[in-house]
């Protein structure tokens, strides 16, 4: 990360994220990643790995809606858009170790 | 011609392929569901822009609207920042236009990312956006048709008229 600009807007928004975490945990559900990617029509949109204790709940849309707003009014001062991903524990560990798509993402400190 | 709907075919397609089960589907069944939810919303705004017009003209004029351009127009009226837009964007449309924008980026990540790996929920994420975005669609409601309007005007880059 050598652009100051761009390393400033990750240490806000993992302040941010961790912060939310600290409200959210109770539920069973927390941010564990993000990454930031530039988008040729929204702008700059976050992509929010949430973990949860159980994946089912992630086939609910109220728990979906619930869960990816949040996350999108919290960022919405650093970015134009929040896409969302929820995972259980064994598939971010799956998925990220190792993969391509692993090595983009930012892992907040401290994450449940 | 006259159009035909294809959109409730798509949302079928989308949902007969993922298996019912709790089992783990093939990843390329995961993709293709997400591809297929999202053109069942693509071929539903295609419909809607066909409309306008007479039958005779539907369906060579099915084809006119563009992936990105709808993409650019609802997040214009989701942050109500389009100039045909005549109020604040309502709850339902607010919906349609999120449920679009993340419909194609998740069908872009699937259809071209070979490194995004997916799981069944999202396959059933991207049905259910699907779903609801058609649902609403199809309650003909006079705000989301008004909104459907704007969008199609907004994604062609028609510049409203100064009075």
């Known amino acids: 990360m050598s652009n100051p600009n761009r390393s400033q807007l990750i240490d806000d928004i993992s302040t941010a994220l961790s912060s939310f975490n600290e409200t959210i945990r ?9 990454s930031l990617e ?15 204790d159980d994946i089912a709940r ?8 619930r869960y990816c707003g949040q996350s999108g009014e919290i960022l919405k001062d650093y970015v134009e858009f929040v896409f ?29 | 011609m006259p159009l035909k709907k294809l959109h409730p075919e798509f949302l ?7 298996p019912v089960d709790s089992g783990r589907p093939q990843s390329v069944v995961i993709r293709r569901s997400i591809s297929a939810a999202y053109y069942a919303v693509w071929h539903c705004v295609c419909f809607a822009w ?7 003209l539907q369906q060579m004029l099915s084809r006119s609207p563009d992936h990105k ?59 259910s956006r699907a779903k609801r975005f058609i649902q609403t669609f199809e309650t003909q409601n006079r705000d989301v048709t008004l909104g459907m309007d704007c969008l199609l005007l907004e994604s062609i880059g028609l510049k409203k008229p100064s009075r």
């Not at chain 2, 079928?12 to 993922?18: C, G, N, S, V, Y």
Request: glycine share 6%; proline share 2%; hydrophobic share 40%.
């Open chain 1, 58 to 65: 992630a086939e609910d849309m109220n728990f979906i809606d």
């Open chain 1, 26 to 34: 109770p539920d069973g559900v927390g941010v564990r990643a993000f």
């Open chain 2, 69 to 127: 351009q709808v993409k650019t127009a609802a997040g214009k009226i989701k942050g109500n920042k389009s100039d045909w837009m005549t109020g604040d964007c309502c709850a339902d449309l607010n919906q349609m236009c999120e449920d679009f924008i993340r419909l194609q980026e998740m069908r872009h990540e699937a259809d071209y990312n070979i490194t995004t790996i997916f799981q069944k929920q999202d396959a059933v994420e991207a049905l």
């Open chain 2, 50 to 56: 066909s409309q306008k017009f007479s039958p005779e």
């Open chain 2, 12 to 18: 079928r397609h989308a949902e007969f392929i993922l």
């Open chain 1, 84 to 112: 969302c991903r929820f995972r259980s524990e064994a598939e971010y560990h799956s998925d990220s170790s190792d993969s391509p798509w692993g090595l983009s993402l930012i892992e907040l400190q401290h994450a449940a």
């Open chain 1, 38 to 52: 530039q988008d040729d029509e929204l702008g700059l949109v976050a992509k929010v790995i949430y973990v949860i």
